[in-house]
């Protein structure tokens, strides 16, 4: 969902000729990425914060881990699906390519990236395509503090952060690439 909302919000701006009004009164293109990044953590944390407190509650899902890590994790998945929104959004020129776009790449992640369908039952030539996508070792690391309860001293937990931290540098870089090109 933050994929679609961010390149949608950062689409609307250029359509309304706010980003070239910022960078006209001297803002950087970085700044604008932070900035938008800014306004949409306030919904992911409310988010974030919600489906906790349904799975935990309402559908007494498992939690044996650390309740920070969880929301840790969950916050840094949701960052990448931003930072992915927005790049996206710098390199589509109208709302319908980006939906297009946002919605034809989610499904084939979520189904790879071992959410959705365990990765041991795909075929092997897919499974060393599910190692290369961003939400694989999250979504590994998120299962391992749920349900095993395992910290930070475990690799597989610690590996899943340290990708995902990979993965939002990358696409903040793609993003300003993007945009910087059509400034």
């Known amino acids: 969902m933050s994929i679609g909302l961010t390149a949608l919000a950062v689409l ?8 070239e009004r910022s960078w006209a009164a001297g803002v950087s293109v970085g700044e604008v990425l932070l900035g938008l990044i800014t306004t949409q953590v306030i ?3 409310g988010q ?8 935990v509650l309402a559908f007494q899902v498992a939690l044996e881990g650390s309740v920070v890590l969880v929301f840790i994790i969950v916050i840094l998945q949701g960052l990448g699906g931003m ?3 927005l790049v996206i959004s710098a390199f589509c020129h109208d709302e319908n390519t980006a939906i297009q776009l946002a919605l034809g790449s989610f499904y084939p992640v979520m189904l790879l990236s071992g959410v959705i369908w365990p990765i041991e039952g795909m075929p092997v030539w897919l499974q060393y395509i599910s190692k290369a996508l961003p939400n694989t070792f999250a979504a590994s690391a998120l299962r391992d503090v749920m349900l095993r309860g395992w910290s930070l001293d475990h690799i597989q937990v610690s590996s899943g ?7 939002l540098l990358l696409f903040f870089i793609l993003a300003n690439i993007g945009l910087a090109r059509q400034k």
């Open 12 to 19: 609307t701006e250029q359509k309304q000729g706010l980003m």
């Open 43 to 45: 919904v992911l944390l």
């Open 48 to 55: 974030a914060l919600l489906m906790l407190l349904l799975a």
């Open 83 to 85: 930072t992915y929104g």
């Open 161 to 167: 952060i340290l990708v995902t931290l990979g993965w």
